[in-house]
């Protein structure tokens, strides 16, 4: 949040509508736009915790959160960065109201089968399977991550608080050295390096030198649904995020989404990782509903640019737009920082006042936002393996990362995101309109036409001051007044036209006020 220490003050004026000569053609048009619509009648305007569309998501690294059990920890050494540091499924349970209290609806956590019992030192330094992708044995849990009673514990424990869970499963790889490399039986299922085996294409490569599943064969295939499918149907899960999709041969996909219906249930959900995706280059899994939605890959680089100074704000103004563009039906999952990824905080240097611009344009923006644990605290989150870094929990004697310095200023201003984001579903079921694209100022709404709900957003990049002037949109007819949720602030209508000044490196979000809410 930014305050009046922090920006300056904020000033806000109402008159009649004159536009500003530099938001020339650009802003005439998103006045007429907005003029010309119908108008609607409003209704109270909740998104639906229920439906995946209305989602906040977080995302969890298992080892890295929070050691709920002691007696479980093995080869763990807090000191070594690619070593166990004792996080667990018990502890992810114990700590649930830290995530369930931002106010998300939906949990991810990494895979949690058996890992390979050694390490591998090609990073230069010992890098064991804490993250849960190299697999050792699918139909077991990892005791180091607890039993299958602590997932569903957890699962159950989530439920009561109104949050789903997606579980991380492989269906691509195996460890270095998994025993499926030696077991007589499934010795011929994999790909290696060691035997010359590996393809070039992304289907038979052997991504990062992991032995390739060859799931072009039925054996295979079935083992893997087999154990995937039912553990989420013994311990309740609601969905799973896939590993390297497109790895994986579509045929394989449309199988899995079929026997995941029909074993599941129809509303079970999969969120995909196709390396780089974005609308356009989701669409094949999109096409044959292989999966309900994948990670956006596109969006922290064009932010963060964005914020930094890149670009102009045109043009930023029309991949927001374009992002629209999604497959009926299906959704992007943006992110600011991720485990595969250097995180947000850290490729802006630690400037916060431009990662809470970050993360207001994520809230403001399409699809399911994601929320990379820490992220909401300030763990910076450098490159790899530094992404991954435990979870800070101040002065709270919380291993692994008790005594880590954490930023709760920023968590509420997380919290008061989701909360706007839960009340105004414009911002997540809306259409992108776009207002001003002027120098450093980017102003848009974002509307929904069935709750007559609109919210206008507006972001100075610039250190300067910036003004701007916009039609009071059609949804807002009848308003007694207009609130900017992230300020705090109560704001007067009068007449049909709305003009904004920013501060530098500030934002707004800006929503009729009705009686009836």
Same mark, same amino acid.
């Given at each position: 949040?930014?305050?009046?220490?922090?920006?300056?003050?904020?000033?806000?004026?109402?008159?009649?509508?004159?536009?500003?000569?530099?938001?020339?053609?650009?802003?005439?048009?998103?006045?007429?736009?907005?003029?010309?619509?119908?108008?609607?009648?409003?209704?109270?305007?909740?998104?639906?915790?229920?439906?995946?569309?209305?989602?906040?998501?977080?995302?969890?690294?298992?080892?890295?959160?929070?050691?709920?059990?002691?007696?479980?920890?093995?080869?763990?050494?807090?000191?070594?960065?690619?070593?166990?540091?004792?996080?667990?499924? *018990?502890?992810?349970?114990?700590?649930?109201?830290?995530?369930?209290?931002?106010?998300?609806?939906?949990?991810?956590?990494?895979?949690?089968?058996?890992?390979?019992?050694? $390490?591998?030192?090609?990073?230069?330094?010992?890098?064991?399977?804490?993250?849960?992708?190299?697999?050792?044995?699918?139909?077991? +849990?990892?005791?180091?991550?607890?039993?299958?009673?602590?997932?569903?514990? @957890?699962?159950?424990?989530?439920?009561?608080?109104?949050?789903?869970?997606?579980?991380?499963?492989?269906?691509?790889?195996?460890?270095?050295?998994?025993?499926? @490399?030696?077991?007589?039986?499934?010795?011929?299922?994999?790909?290696?390096?060691?035997?010359?085996?590996?393809?070039?294409?992304?289907?038979?490569?052997?991504?990062?030198?992991?032995?390739?599943?060859?799931?072009?064969?039925?054996?295979?295939?079935?083992? +893997?649904?087999?154990?995937?499918?039912?553990?989420?149907?013994?311990?309740?899960?609601?969905?799973?995020?896939?590993?390297?999709?497109?790895?994986?041969?579509?045929?394989?996909?449309?199988? /899995?989404?079929?026997?995941? *219906?029909?074993?599941?249930?129809?509303?079970?959900?999969?969120?995909?990782?196709?390396?780089?995706?974005?609308?356009?280059?989701?669409?094949?899994?999109?096409?044959?509903?292989?999966?309900?939605?994948?990670?956006?890959?596109?969006?922290?680089?064009?932010?963060?640019?964005?914020?930094?100074?890149?670009?102009?704000?045109?043009?930023?103004? *029309?991949? +927001?737009?374009?992002?629209?563009?999604?497959?009926?039906? /299906?959704?992007?999952?943006? $992110?600011?920082?991720?485990?595969?990824?250097?995180?947000?905080?850290?490729?802006?240097?630690?400037?916060?006042?431009?990662?809470?611009?970050?993360?207001?344009?994520?809230?403001?923006?399409?699809?399911?936002?994601?929320?990379?644990?820490?992220?909401?605290?300030? *763990?910076?989150?450098?490159?790899?393996?530094?992404?991954?870094?435990?979870?800070?929990?101040?002065?709270?004697?919380?291993?692994?990362?008790?005594?880590?310095?954490?930023?709760?200023?920023?968590?509420?201003?997380?919290?008061?995101?989701?909360?706007?984001?839960?009340?105004?579903?414009?911002?997540?079921?809306?259409?992108?309109?776009?207002?001003?694209?002027?120098?450093?100022?980017?102003?848009?709404?974002?509307?929904?036409?069935?709750?007559?709900?609109?919210?206008?957003?507006?972001?100075?990049?610039?250190?300067?001051?910036?003004?701007?002037?916009?039609?009071?949109?059609?949804?807002?007819?009848?308003?007694?007044?207009?609130?900017?949720?992230?300020?705090?602030?109560?704001?007067?209508?009068?007449?049909?036209?709305?003009? @904004?000044? @920013?501060?530098?490196?500030?934002?707004?979000?800006?929503?009729?006020?009705?009686?009836?809410?």
């Amino acid at each position: 949040m930014f305050r009046g220490s922090e920006t300056g003050g904020v000033s806000l004026r109402l008159r009649p509508a004159r536009l500003p000569s530099a938001t020339g053609r650009f802003a005439i048009a998103a006045l007429l736009a907005i003029a010309i619509a119908a108008p609607c009648r409003a209704s109270a305007a909740v998104a639906d915790s229920s439906s995946w569309r209305d989602a906040v998501l977080y995302f969890a690294v298992v080892d890295r959160f929070a050691d709920g059990d002691p007696s479980n920890n093995a080869q763990v050494d807090r000191q070594a960065k690619g070593a166990f540091h004792g996080g667990d499924l *018990r502890g992810l349970r114990e700590r649930l109201d830290e995530i369930a209290s931002l106010g998300v609806t939906a949990l991810w956590i990494t895979p949690v089968v058996k890992q390979i019992p050694g $390490f591998v030192t090609g990073a230069g330094f010992p890098d064991w399977p804490y993250h849960g992708y190299w697999t050792e044995d699918f139909t077991r +849990l990892d005791p180091r991550f607890g039993t299958e009673a602590d997932l569903k514990a @957890l699962v159950d424990a989530c439920h009561a608080r109104g949050i789903k869970v997606l579980l991380d499963v492989v269906y691509n790889h195996v460890g270095y050295g998994s025993q499926y @490399l030696t077991n007589p039986r499934t010795k011929t299922w994999v790909r290696t390096e060691e035997t010359a085996t590996c393809g070039s294409d992304d289907v038979t490569l052997c991504v990062s030198g992991l032995p390739d599943l060859k799931t072009e064969r039925r054996d295979v295939d079935e083992y +893997l649904l087999k154990a995937h499918l039912g553990l989420a149907k013994r311990v309740g899960l609601d969905g799973f995020r896939l590993d390297t999709v497109k790895h994986v041969a579509h045929d394989f996909w449309r199988e /899995h989404r079929k026997r995941a *219906r029909a074993e599941l249930g129809s509303d079970f959900f999969l969120l995909g990782e196709v390396w780089g995706g974005d609308a356009s280059s989701l669409d094949p899994w999109f096409e044959h509903d292989e999966m309900d939605a994948g990670f956006d890959f596109s969006f922290q680089g064009s932010v963060l640019g964005y914020l930094i100074g890149r670009g102009r704000t045109v043009a930023f103004d *029309r991949y +927001l737009q374009s992002r629209d563009r999604v497959r009926s039906g /299906h959704l992007l999952v943006p $992110f600011l920082s991720s485990h595969d990824v250097s995180g947000g905080l850290y490729q802006l240097n630690g400037d916060k006042a431009r990662f809470r611009l970050a993360a207001v344009l994520e809230f403001a923006s399409s699809g399911i936002p994601m929320i990379y644990y820490g992220e909401e605290v300030g *763990r910076p989150g450098g490159d790899w393996p530094e992404n991954r870094s435990d979870m800070p929990w101040g002065d709270r004697n919380i291993l692994p990362g008790a005594g880590k310095a954490r930023d709760d200023s920023l968590r509420a201003d997380y919290a008061r995101l989701c909360e706007i984001r839960r009340s105004h579903p414009a911002l997540s079921r809306g259409r992108y309109a776009g207002l001003v694209a002027d120098k450093d100022l980017l102003v848009f709404a974002r509307r929904d036409s069935l709750v007559c709900d609109a919210v206008v957003v507006a972001v100075n990049r610039g250190g300067a001051e910036a003004t701007a002037t916009i039609a009071l949109p059609v949804e807002w007819a009848g308003a007694s007044g207009a609130a900017d949720l992230w300020n705090r602030e109560s704001l007067a209508l009068s007449g049909d036209s709305l003009t @904004l000044t @920013l501060p530098g490196l500030s934002a707004r979000v800006i929503a009729a006020k009705r009686t009836n809410r």
